[in-house]
């Protein structure tokens, strides 16, 4: 099951919807916070990562949806993104100030736990062996839970 994409469609459906859903609600919080979120060091960064997760999530499952693919396209095309998202949120880090250690720590672990996989997982499928699309599941269950922790500071955080 590991390397059948086809056996995975409805996963890649359902990833594909929430995610879209989920980056939707995260315009809307933005754009309802626009001016608080920009006064705040890192805010603002944080809710460009968290776009960056549901974006680099929703973009693989369109790519193992795309039909007549083989295991070795939609693999390098999954590590692509996975590839460009750990570079964008890895920056994005970089430019965070102002925030307490432990927050950047768990922004980190979740980020790059919502990225990394994407790479692994796309190298894994187009090489064939080492755990496949499972490495796809675990960076989908946390690009989710990073943009969903990020998305409670962006809407609540910042009001207190």
């Known amino acids: ?41 890192g805010v603002a960064d944080r ?12 973009l693989v499952a369109i790519f193992a949806l795309a039909p007549g693919q083989s295991d070795l396209a939609v693999g390098l095309e999954i590590a692509g993104t996975g590839g460009l998202a750990v570079a964008v949120v890895g920056s994005l880090l970089m430019r965070i100030h102002g925030v307490q250690r432990s927050h950047l720590i768990g922004v980190a672990v979740f980020s790059f736990w ?8 796309g190298l894994s499928l187009a090489e064939g062996s080492g755990g496949g699309l499972y490495w796809i599941l675990a960076g989908t269950v946390g690009a989710i839970a990073g943009a969903v922790s990020n998305a409670w500071v962006v809407l609540v955080e910042i009001l207190r």
Not at 4 to 16: G, I, L, N, P, Y
């Open 1 to 41: 099951m590991a390397f059948e994409v086809e056996a995975w469609s409805d996963f890649f459906v359902a990833t594909a919807g929430a995610t879209a859903a989920l980056a939707g609600l995260l315009f809307v919080a933005v754009s309802i916070n626009l001016e608080r979120i920009l006064s705040l060091p």
């Open 47 to 58: 809710a460009l990562g968290m776009l960056v997760l549901l974006l680099g999530t929703l």
């Open 114 to 121: 919502g990225t990394v996989p994407f790479l692994v997982g």
